[in-house]
Structures are given as structure tokens and as C-alpha cells.
């Protein structure tokens, strides 16, 4: 029987237009659902829109419309906009239709019957922007401020069905004790487990106030608490047709760090309370960072949102949606918050896929017009097919662990030994020298690597995997149940097979272009930051106070030094590679060649800045983080013990 994988995305309230910031859920498991293809498993990926509750109806009533036109609206927009950005759902979900409705009520049923749903009163505070109860505790005082929204909740005094959601504390905790842990990264189940084990309350599940909602079986003045509603979808996509049940559970359901709760405490909750077994229970929910935006969420409601569609087409009407894609996975540590900003995606378009893979096949094939035989190998090819063994089962492990920052960082490796080989096997020497023999075994090692490298690519980029398999004369990768493409071992290719070169796949963009997309995509002006006073001290000096959230977006980590030299005709430069616990030491370019020399560097365990948005040196010169150092004399900061490289600094 072949394995199976249903990942899923949270569903989108249509308040609100799909933004970069929902798009970053989507493709990244848009992401995971090719990849798990690829190695062969039966997948199902499903996404859809969450049209109920009072937040959409007040929405409606503002906009003069029905909520049920307003549904119709930006769900549509939602299914629209997700193939534009290369994401290929298997369903789309919205909660609006009648099978849905049937499946929750059925849901809804089954805890009734075993006794987990009561009614009673409710009085407490609401925020409608997150549709959820809070404690004054929860809040921030004074005014009972939200602390996504900043804006008052409501006091909700009803009628009101309870789920006993204070049972299932114990299950809950025996279920997050599961190894591997069904909460994911590790900082969100403790979140978690704090919440759970600081005591749990039952939940109001009904509301009597409004009615866009779906009926509560039985007694229609209620309808069903909006997250009961909506995390249902999960369960009731594969309702019908009947054979979509073999996908359940789900295996990685991905999430906002902002409904963590609701995934992994509410929604294990309602299962339990409906009968399922523990191993019928979603295996994993992954939660991921935010993306920010010049420092701040990206959100409709901080009006700094960025329309994919219309980056994407900007950077490159054949490329861009790859090149976003790629960026979004590569520059942000999956799990962690990450700035979005355009001038990283330019530096990356340029340098990680303009010139570290765009440009491998154009330093190929030139020198071919079919493959050639492969005569004897040497060390050079040795090492070569090594290093994309190596980042082969990196980006494999790295990709079933759902980082698919740290499978690209590993894949970036293999490109960047094999734009080492070809320095050192120099296939224009072997030209000019008429030595066939070497010259088709360079070509066709590198043939054979990149053929490797378009298929590890094609989960973040499917377009620019098949561009590159239509040049090196390869068929679109085709995915196929029970078949495991992931190319563990690197292919071989059989001499004779017509090569197809073709123009460059990410040519290079014009300073203008380049001009005018930064001023495009600037973040907007932030609004709140104040222009010092006359006689106050400028900001440089007396940096204003940072919130502990805004410390916890700097990935700062233990790192090791691994190898420094010197950069010629730059003497205050030292190219350094660092070990950061990732598959490959990570590049940096460190301003510190006048207070140390390369030897001492190397070995030192220092402290590295690793979501700096890399900093383009010129000449190719790109630095992908940063060492602390201290004062002038730039004395590194180093670590007092032997915390292994990757360990993170809080
Ligand atoms: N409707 C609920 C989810 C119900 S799931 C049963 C909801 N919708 S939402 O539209 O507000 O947000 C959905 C998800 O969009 C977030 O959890 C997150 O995955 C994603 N994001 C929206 N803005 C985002 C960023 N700026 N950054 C990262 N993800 C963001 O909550």
C-alpha cells in the first residue's frame, strides 16, 4: 500500500484579499505536497475559505452586501490566485457549502451523544478579529486590549452550548508526550503544554447574538462558534466522496503561530470528544513564524500588504513566481518570523539562482550538443558525486523534518561544489587540448548533477526544474504513487541524448528594473516612528526600548569557524564559512580582516546573526549573516563553554 500524506492549510477569512503573507502558508505546503509526491506518496492537499462568524458579517454589513456575497467574492479570489502562484491543491474548501454544513452538524452530533456538549451561560470577553474568548490576564490593561489587534474585546453575555474541553487535559498531554511530537518546532509545544497543564476551561461553542453561522442541530436560535466550525473542514473535505476518507489523519497540518491554540488543543479536543482513536489523530501541526513587513506583521490590518501576484509578474513574467517561492522557503528559518524585503529577493535572484544555478548551465553546455560518453573519473568527479550524495539525503531530511529552508541551504551546497568542480576541472582546458575523452566526462558528470539538482528543486521551483530538464534534454518531471524520484544516488545518463540549449533561465535585470522594484516594494513608512525632538538624542544613539517579540526575530546562534581567507583587493574583508548546526557551513563576508588574521579565526566559536538579509559585497561577494563583534577594534563576541555550533543565543 502506498503512503499516504494530506497536509493542509489554515482557511482564509475572506475579510480579507490573499496577501504575500497567506500566500507564505500555501506555497510552503504546496512545497511539501510536491515533495512527498516526488518520493512517492499518495497525497492530498487541501485549502479553502472560512466564510462564518461575526467578523464576516460585520465585514458584510460594512461593505452594504450580503456575507454571502461577500463569500462568493473573495473565495473566488482565494481559488483563483493560488495556481498563479504555482500552488496546486487538491481541494478548496469552503465552509459555506451544504457538505460541509452536513458533516459539521454530524460532527457536532456525535459529541453531543457522548454527553461532551451542554448549554449554559456565558460571560466573558470576545475579540471579533481573532473570533476568541479571552481572560483579563490574556489581555493588555488597561481597556482589555487585544494583543494581535490592539483594539478592545467585546463583554458577551448569552446563552450558550459548552464543549467540556476540561476533560480531555490528560489525553491532551499524553497526546503532546507522543514521540515525534505531534506540535511542531519544539517552542511552539511548549507553548502548548504550558497552556494545557496551566488548566483548562470548558469552551462557549455557540452564539445567539448574529446568524451567519451554521444552525447547532437541534436548536436553531444558536449557531456554531465559528472555530468549531472551521476547524471541522479538516474532517469534513473528506466526507465525500466516500473514498477521500483513506487520507485521514492528517499528516502535517500547517499553521500561524497565531492559531496554534485552536490546532492543537481545540481541534485534538473535538476529535477526541467525537470518538477517534489516538492513532486516527492529526500526526503533526507544524506552526511557522509571521511574515513582517518592515518590522511588522503583514497584515490587512496594518495596511502593508503585498499583492504576490503582482511581485511575482514584476520580478519576471516567466521566473518570478519561482523566484518567490524559493525566496520565501530560503530566507526565512521555517518557524521563525522573517522580514520580507525586496532588495533580498533581488540579491538572491541574482546570485543563488542567477549565478549559482542559472548560470551551471550555461558553463555546461556550451561545450556539448548531445551527452557525451563518460570516460574514467578522477577525485575531482569523486568528490563531486559525494557532495550531491550528501546534499541529496540532506535535503531529504531536511524536507520530511518541514524545513525547507535548511533542504534549499543543502541543495545550494551541491550547486555550490559543482560550480567548484568546474573551476577545477576546467572544461575549456580539455577542449583546447582536443582531449574528447575528459571533456565528455566533465560534461556529463555536470549533466548528471544537475539532472539531480532539477528534481530536488522542483517542490519550491516547478517551472524553473522543467526550464532546466527541457535544456539538459529531459522530459517534465512527472510524479507517480509508489515511485521514489528523490535522487539519493545521482542519475547516470545514457550518451547520445540531444542537449537543448536555450536562453538564460533568470537573465540578468537592468539597474533601472532593479530601481524601480525597490521603490515599488518598499515597505511602507512607518508611521509610528517618531523623528527625534530637537535635543534629543538621535536614534542611533539611544536605540528606543524592543519588546522581548522583537528579540526573538533575531536568529542569533552559537557558530564555529570553519575556514577564512582573505578577499583580494578588500583588506578590511574576510570570506569566512561558518558552521550554524545547518547541512552546509553558511558564507560570511566579515568586516574584521584589521583586528584578526584568517588563522585565528578559525576554530573560534562565535556568535552569528543568521536573518540578516544577505549583504551583497559585489563581485559575487554575498554575506548571509553576520559575526557580533564588539567597539571599534572589533573584538568578536565568543562563548563561554562548548555549546554546539547551531545552538541558538536568547
Ligand atoms: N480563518 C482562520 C483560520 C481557520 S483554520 C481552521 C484564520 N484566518 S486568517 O486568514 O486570518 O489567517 C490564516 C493564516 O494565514 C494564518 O494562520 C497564517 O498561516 C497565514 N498568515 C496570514 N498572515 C500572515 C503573515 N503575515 N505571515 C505568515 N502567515 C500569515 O486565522
Not at 313 to 332: K, N
Request: charged fraction near 25%; include cysteine; aromatic fraction near 8%.
Amino acid at each position: 500500500m502506498p503512503s499516504r500524506f494530506y497536509v493542509t492549510t489554515p482557511i482564509y477569512y475572506i475579510n480579507d484579499l490573499p496577501h504575500l503573507g497567506s500566500a507564505y502558508t500555501t506555497i510552503a505546503a504546496d512545497v511539501m505536497c510536491r515533495y512527498k509526491r516526488l518520493r512517492g506518496f499518495e497525497s492530498w492537499f487541501l485549502t479553502g475559505t472560512d466564510e462564518h462568524g461575526l467578523k464576516i458579517q460585520r465585514e458584510a454589513e460594512a461593505r452594504g452586501i450580503s456575507p454571502s456575497a461577500l463569500a462568493d467574492e473573495v473565495s473566488a479570489k482565494f481559488r483563483e490566485v493560488w495556481p498563479k502562484l504555482g500552488c496546486a491543491p487538491d481541494d478548496f474548501i469552503r465552509t459555506s457549502e451544504p457538505r460541509h454544513h452536513r458533516a459539521v452538524q454530524e460532527l457536532w452530533e456525535k459529541i453531543a451523544k457522548n454527553g461532551d456538549i451542554y448549554l449554559g451561560h456565558y460571560e466573558g470577553l470576545y475579540c471579533v478579529g481573532c473570533e476568541a474568548y479571552y481572560t483579563e490576564k490574556e489581555l493588555t490593561q488597561p481597556g482589555n486590549l487585544c494583543p494581535l489587534h490592539k483594539t478592545p474585546a467585546e463583554l458577551v453575555k448569552e446563552e450558550s452550548y459548552f464543549f467540556r474541553l476540561s476533560k480531555y487535559e490528560k489525553r491532551l498531554l499524553d497526546y503532546y508526550a507522543r514521540q515525534p511530537s505531534p506540535v511542531q518546532p519544539a517552542s511552539r509545544r511548549a507553548e502548548v503544554l504550558s497552556f494545557v497543564q496551566s488548566g483548562l476551561t470548558d469552551l462557549s461553542v455557540s452564539r445567539t447574538t448574529f446568524k451567519w453561522g451554521i444552525p447547532v442541530p437541534g436548536d436553531p436560535r444558536h449557531v456554531m462558534y465559528v472555530w468549531f466550525d472551521a476547524l471541522s473542514n479538516y474532517y469534513t473535505a473528506l466526507t465525500a466522496p466516500e473514498d477521500r476518507r483513506r487520507f485521514w489523519p492528517p499528516q502535517l497540518q500547517l499553521v500561524g503561530k497565531d492559531i496554534l491554540r485552536f490546532h492543537c488543543v481545540y481541534w485534538q479536543a473535538f476529535l477526541m470528544a467525537a470518538g477517534y482513536p489516538d492513532n486516527e489523530l492529526p500526526e503533526q501541526v507544524f506552526a511557522h513564524g509571521f511574515l513582517t513587513y518592515g518590522g511588522h506583521k503583514m497584515s490587512k490590518s496594518l495596511r502593508n500588504t503585498v499583492s504576490p501576484v503582482a511581485l511575482a509578474e514584476a520580478i519576471s513574467p516567466t521566473v518570478g513566481v519561482d523566484t518567490l517561492r524559493y525566496c520565501l522557503m530560503r530566507s526565512i528559518s521555517f518557524g521563525q518570523d522573517g522580514d520580507f524585503s525586496i532588495e533580498d529577493v533581488l540579491s538572491r535572484y541574482s546570485s543563488d539562482l542567477g549565478n549559482a544555478l542559472g548560470n551551471l548551465l550555461n558553463r555546461v553546455l556550451p561545450f556539448a550538443e548531445t551527452v557525451p560518453p563518460k570516460g574514467e573519473t578522477g577525485p575531482l568527479e569523486q568528490s563531486l558525486l559525494e557532495a550531491h550524495r550528501a546534499g541529496a539525503a540532506a535535503g531529504a531530511d531536511a524536507f520530511d523534518a518541514v524545513s525547507p529552508t535548511r533542504a534549499l541551504e543543502a541543495i545550494w551546497s551541491v550547486l555550490a561544489a559543482a560550480n567548484l568542480y568546474v573551476d577545477k576541472a576546467a572544461p575549456w582546458a580539455a577542449k583546447k587540448s582536443n582531449d574528447s575523452v575528459r571533456l565528455g566526462t566533465i560534461v556529463t558528470t555536470l549533466l548528471e548533477v544537475l539532472e539531480g539538482v532539477s528534481v530536488m528543486i522542483a517542490p519550491v521551483m516547478p517551472t524553473v526544474a522543467d526550464a532546466i530538464r527541457a535544456q539538459l534534454g529531459l522530459a517534465p518531471l512527472t510524479a507517480e504513487v509508489g515511485h521514489d524520484l528523490w535522487p539519493l544516488t545521482p542519475p547516470a545518463r545514457k550518451p547520445g541524448a540531444a542537449l537543448r540549449r536555450g536562453d538564460p533561465i533568470f537573465p540578468r535585470l537592468e539597474k533601472e528594473t532593479e530601481k524601480e522594484l525597490i521603490a515599488r516594494f518598499a515597505p511602507p513608512a512607518d508611521d509610528d516612528a517618531e523623528a527625534p525632538k530637537p535635543g534629543e538624542a538621535p536614534a542611533a544613539e539611544a536605540p528606543s526600548p524592543v519588546t522581548h517579540g522583537d528579540f526573538t526575530r533575531l536568529d542569533l546562534r552559537v557558530g564555529v569557524v570553519v575556514s577564512a581567507e582573505r578577499v583580494k583587493k578588500k583588506d578590511k574583508l574576510l570570506d569566512l564559512r561558518v558552521d550554524i548546526g545547518d547541512a552546509a557551513p553558511r558564507r560570511i563576508i566579515a568586516g574584521i580582516a584589521t583586528a584578526y588574521t584568517p588563522e585565528q579565526l578559525v576554530g573560534k566559536r562565535v556568535v552569528v546573526l543568521c536573518n540578516l538579509v544577505p549583504r551583497d559585497f559585489g563581485k559575487g561577494l554575498v554575506s548571509e549573516g553576520m559575526l557580533l563583534a564588539a567597539g571599534d577594534r572589533m573584538r568578536v563576541l565568543t562563548v563561554d563553554g562548548d555549546e554546539a555550533a547551531g545552538t541558538r543565543v536568547r
